[in-house]
């Protein structure tokens, strides 16, 4: 957890940063063009300011790369639930949209590799038009159960497999509820939703999840 907070605000620093120098060079180009200034005395200004923006780039990708263990068993059991998902023969490609929240988009990005791009990954935002037409798959962190409901009903008749974290009830919302509290991560299956959405998942799946914690 302390190690997924310090990322975030190493994260928000690298985005200032960038913003900062995107705004220098602006600045500079202005200047530049009112001074008529030498473009051979400019041109090192303009590398130099250039390079300082790369650089701050790569910082940026490597704090969104997933860095702990738990985020590779966590993309292993969302592409395993997908793989044992029965999809239609027209579905080239499964489309898995990660909805408002950047960590968990860059810690389920390496599912594309390890599927051969046969899976893949984008993030949305629960207020994205038609999203339920834009995806296969529904990955929620932050979405509350209910608001997960109201998304997953507009799909119509399109087979929607949704995936939660967060959700330890696990009666309204997603058909598979994910728990990371322990060492290896486990999952509860929400008959109800699961029946619902059309989706038929192999008995092997269902055969390893657990009850889903009951409410006082």
């Known amino acids: ?8 605000w190493m994260l928000r620093i690298a985005q200032a940063m960038t913003i900062f120098l995107k705004q220098k060079a ?3 180009m202005i200047w530049l063009r009112c001074t008529g200034f030498a473009y051979r005395l400019a041109m090192p200004l303009l590398w130099l300011l250039l390079g300082l923006l790369i650089s701050a780039m790569p910082v940026q990708a490597r704090i969104d790369q997933p860095s702990t263990p738990s985020d590779q068993r966590l993309a292993d059991m969302v592409l395993g639930i997908i793989s044992y ?3 239609s023969q027209s579905t080239e490609s499964v489309h898995l949209c990660v909805i408002d929240s950047a960590y968990y ?3 389920l ?3 594309q590799r390890q599927s051969q791009q046969w899976v893949q990954v984008s993030l949305k935002t629960a207020k994205t038009p038609d999203l339920t037409q834009q995806c296969h798959v529904l990955f929620f962190e932050q979405t509350a159960p209910v608001q997960q409901q109201e998304i997953i009903n507009q799909r119509g008749i399109r087979r929607i ?3 939660s974290l967060n959700n ?6 997603s058909s598979f509820c994910i728990s990371t509290h ?3 991560p486990t999952f509860s299956v929400n008959l109800d939703s699961l029946k619902q959405s059309g989706i038929k998942i192999s008995s092997k799946v269902l055969i390893l999840s657990k009850p889903a914690l009951q409410q006082d």
């Open 105 to 107: 988009f860059n810690a």
């Open 26 to 28: 602006q600045r500079l």
């Open 182 to 184: 322990g060492d290896l």
């Open 168 to 173: 330890p009830l696990c009666v309204v919302g």
């Open 85 to 87: 998902t029965q999809w």
């Open 161 to 163: 497999l949704s995936i």
């Open 1 to 8: 957890v302390h190690n997924r907070m310090g990322n975030k």
């Open 109 to 111: 990005l390496p599912i």
